[in-house]
């Protein structure tokens, strides 16, 4: 299995647009989880589904946050409008209900400018 | 609510000493803890999980206890090599969800 794939790895904007952030979770895995990483506040789940529906976005800062995952195979996250205090990795993870350790992609670093 | 507290500090070891990272909960004792290990550039990778009712596991080279009286989980590393030099993090889960809280981490950096 290819593992959790996360698009694009790099991603420079401008204050003010809009970003949208990839993810594919592994093949069978029925939770997928959204998480920003800082320096300061180190990792923090945005949102999370399970099989396909949002189950908790407690995590999600604030309305120009939004996620979604239309189908098994593949969800996003999108920041409209987008600000310099989003900067940070953003990482999704994918894990079964029969285990419980999550399998992390490879990241998207967001700077926002 | 639940919080967790690891060691911000480096720690900076050498090659074939044991390393032993600490993680302490504030709050109540979850049903298991898990173990991550973080490269520069790269998501946490699972190392171990350890339940409630478990004291310790072994993986190779590595030993996760789980004292719930202390609130303390301790991850040990023996006969460490450079290549363990990583970010180490641990994680619980939240009031019976499915979600994880994971500590801010701590650096291992093993010299030859």
């Known amino acids: 299995d290819a593992g959790v794939i996360q698009s694009p790895r790099h991603e420079v904007t401008e204050m003010g647009q809009e970003v949208t952030l990839r993810c594919k979770p592994i093949?069978?895995?029925?939770?997928l989880f959204w998480y920003r990483q800082t320096m300061m506040r180190g990792l923090e789940l945005l949102i999370y589904f399970n099989n396909n529906v949002p189950i908790d976005d407690s995590g999600m800062p604030e309305d120009r946050f939004s996620a979604k995952m239309p189908n098994a195979s593949f969800s996003t996250l999108k920041i409209q409008p987008s600000e310099p205090r989003d900067s940070a990795v953003y990482f999704c993870?994918?894990?079964?209900?029969?285990?419980?350790?999550?399998?992390f992609g490879p990241g998207t670093r967001l700077t926002v400018t | 609510s639940q919080k967790i507290e690891q060691n911000s500090e480096a720690l900076n070891i050498q090659e074939g000493k044991t390393a032993t990272l600490t993680c302490n909960y504030t709050n109540y004792s979850p049903a298991y803890l898990q173990w991550y290990r973080q490269d520069p550039g790269r998501g946490p990778v699972f190392l171990l999980l350890?339940?409630?009712?478990?004291k310790e596991k072994r993986k190779e080279r590595l030993k996760v206890t789980f004292d719930t009286t202390l609130k303390q989980s301790l991850f040990h590393i023996t006969a460490s090599q450079p290549a363990d030099s990583a970010t180490y993090l641990c994680?619980?889960?939240?009031?019976?969800?499915?979600?994880?809280?994971f500590g801010t981490g701590t650096r291992l950096q093993v010299f030859p």
């Open positions: 093949s069978g895995h029925d939770y």
């Open positions: 994680a619980l889960p939240t009031g019976g969800t499915d979600k994880l809280i």
């Open positions: 993870a994918s894990s079964t209900p029969r285990e419980y350790e999550q399998y």
């Open positions: 350890i339940r409630e009712n478990e």
